[in-house]
């Protein structure tokens, strides 16, 4: 059954960064679809982040984090990643890895998303 798994979050001072990870399993349909970040902050709703194509070719971010967050893919290790700049209050949430299973291109869309993970808690003290 196919799984994304989440890790790198933690606890980091405003301003600090982060490097979230999300490993794929199985690995032989990862390098064909789209992987996108959500978030889920206390008392909000899930909101899209990042979203990275197939290929890595392209990407699209949130204006909430463009300029801080960049979302990468390594096809190769069947990982995506979220490296997380210049972290403000405000990113403290849960951070969801998510995995098409039939979209290529970048999309905000959470409902064009079929694989979830588990999700990491990312907590940014002022």
């Known amino acids: 059954q196919a799984q994304v798994v989440e890790s790198g979050g933690g606890l980091v001072q405003t301003g600090g960064s982060l490097r979230l990870s999300c490993a794929a399993t199985?690995?032989?349909?990862?390098?064909?679809?789209?992987m996108g970040w959500f978030r889920r902050a206390p008392g909000k709703e899930r909101e899209f982040v990042a979203s990275?194509?197939?290929?890595?070719?392209?990407?699209y971010h949130a204006d909430s984090v463009k300029g801080r967050f960049t979302i990468s893919r390594d096809n190769d290790e069947n990982t995506a990643y979220l490296q997380m700049n210049n972290l403000k209050p405000e990113d403290t949430a849960i951070y969801y890895c998510?995995?098409?299973?039939?979209?290529?291109?970048?999309?905000?869309?959470?409902?064009?998303?079929?694989?979830w993970g588990q999700g990491t808690q990312v907590t940014v003290s002022s």
């Open positions: 199985p690995t032989t349909s990862f390098s064909r679809f789209t």
């Open positions: 990275i194509n197939w290929s890595g070719s392209d990407t």
């Open positions: 998510a995995e098409s299973s039939h979209i290529v291109i970048t999309t905000a869309d959470e409902n064009d998303y079929d694989i």
